[in-house]
């Protein structure tokens, strides 16, 4: 077989990648179910905490470019409800409905994590 001719090397063709999401920061609230009795988040309001999260950023219209999605165990249940910030991995602790307007505000747009949250 003659290596040169046009039929013996395989076309390669590039397949487009799809769209992926790039978030400016990436929010993880656990909302993790444990049973025995321990503490978790998910029992600590951690679906409600994701709910607010989601509607505090879409009234800012900030949906695009910042992600609040529920998440496992972060293992920082003795602090729960428990949540962490990416890019930056900052971890939050004991987080209430209350908080989410501060670290939206100081942390998600102003780049300065809250700090009596941080764990
Ligand atoms: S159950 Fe939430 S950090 Fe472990």
């Not at 400016?24 to 321990?38: A, L």
């Not at 029992?43 to 950023?57: D, I, K, N, Q």
């Amino acid at each position: 077989m003659d290596l040169q001719t046009e039929s013996a090397v395989p076309e390669v063709v590039a397949t487009p990648k799809p769209a992926v999401p790039k978030y400016r920061k990436h929010v993880f609230i656990c909302t993790n179910d444990k049973d025995g009795g321990k503490k978790h988040c998910g029992s600590e309001r951690g679906m409600e905490l994701v709910e607010a999260f989601r509607t505090e950023l879409k009234d800012r219209g900030l949906q695009t470019e910042i992600r609040a999605q529920k998440a496992g165990c972060l293992n920082m249940c003795a602090f729960g409800p428990s949540m962490v910030v990416y890019p930056d991995a900052i971890f939050y602790g004991n987080v209430t409905p209350a908080d989410v307007v501060q670290i939206v505000e100081e942390h998600l747009v102003g780049d300065q994590p809250v700090k009596r949250l941080v764990i």
